[in-house]
């Protein structure tokens, strides 16, 4: 069994940054496919990006499309993912989840898997604000 758990969330002005992690443990003999959704108050919750378990292939919805970059650390810390947000919005701010799918193996992570219902563990989330 896998357990996620995210940090770095916080509150920034519009135009700042911010980097959120996600920590897996458990069982992390292997790498899997990792995603970051976000939940706004009031809203469904989103893809915003996906990273292939190879670190390879990456997808974003177009919103966050060259503002945000999603990376891994799997050398020194296996299943370690990234969420670089920069050029934050008003519109960013959300509770940010990061989601894996660790009980299909042969799933890669090199297509696009963007519904809530693709992934099967999840962290508890972590707060962004962005003031204007």
């Known amino acids: 069994q896998v357990q996620l758990v995210e940090s770095g969330g916080g509150s920034v002005q519009a135009g700042g940054s911010l980097r959120l992690s996600c920590t897996a443990s458990g069982r992390t003999d292997r790498n899997y496919p990792m995603a970051w959704f976000r939940q706004a108050p009031g809203k469904e919750r989103e893809f915003v990006a996906q990273?292939?378990?190879?670190?390879?292939?990456?997808?974003?919805t177009d919103s966050v499309k060259g503002r945000f970059t999603i990376a891994r650390d799997s050398a020194s810390a296996k299943n370690t993912v990234y969420l670089q947000m920069a050029s934050l919005k008003p519109e960013d701010a959300a509770v940010y989840y990061c989601a894996a799918i660790t009980q299909r193996p042969t799933v890669t992570g090199t297509r696009k898997y963007t519904d809530i219902s693709d992934y099967d563990t999840w962290g508890q989330g972590t707060q962004v604000t962005v003031s204007s």
């Open positions: 990273i292939s378990r190879g670190a390879s292939v990456t997808f974003y």
